[in-house]
């Protein structure tokens, strides 16, 4: 006896459909763009990656390194589920995911473990709590300093705040630089 199979097109036609909505494709970039500075114009992207890679005067403190490998083997996870979220829209998907990973490197700038701050770096952020100082009042920290003064110790990566805030995502079309 032979069984035949009728129909399928309906099928086909969603298959179709879920083709046509992610054959596009994408990516999100999530970190620090060029409309983030500071207020005298440096770019926020700078002083993140002075922070992340450290300078010839400190150390890094890698809360980009340490949130990709504290969370990225699940954001597959978090894009299956996005996309099934938003019928399969990938703009929509990528956000989501663009929005959770923001948010983990944001916990990483406020909570991570760093290397503890210098005593001038503490002054002046006991002194200038916003970062804004001039040349004048950095050497008279350091003068101060020199000459005894102290400031209780700061977080690491948190002084202005500008940073944090910076922390975004840009969804675009196409595959993304690897």
């Known amino acids: 006896m032979a069984v035949k199979i009728k129909g399928g097109d309906k099928l086909r036609k969603a298959l179709a459909d879920l083709s046509k909505k992610v054959e596009k494709g994408g990516h999100v970039d999530v970190g620090f763009f060029e409309d983030a500075t500071y207020p005298d114009g440096t770019p926020v992207a700078q002083v993140a990656s002075w922070m992340e890679f450290g300078t010839p005067t400190s150390r890094p403190r890698p809360f980009m390194r340490n949130t990709v490998a504290k969370h990225s083997d699940r954001w597959g996870e978090a894009l299956e589920a996005a996309l099934k979220d938003s019928d399969f829209d990938v703009k929509i998907a990528l956000s989501a995911v663009g929005v ?78 690897s």
Do not use: C
């Open 100 to 177: 959770i990973i923001e948010s983990q490197i944001r916990d990483e700038i406020a909570e991570g473990e760093f290397e503890p701050n210098k005593p001038l770096t503490n002054l002046l952020k006991w002194r200038f709590p916003k970062g804004d100082y001039t040349t004048e009042q950095f050497l008279k920290a350091v003068h101060d300093l020199k000459k005894g003064a102290t400031a209780s110790s700061g977080k690491p990566l948190v002084w202005s705040g500008r940073m944090f805030q910076s922390v975004t995502h840009e969804v675009k079309d196409g595959p993304g630089e």
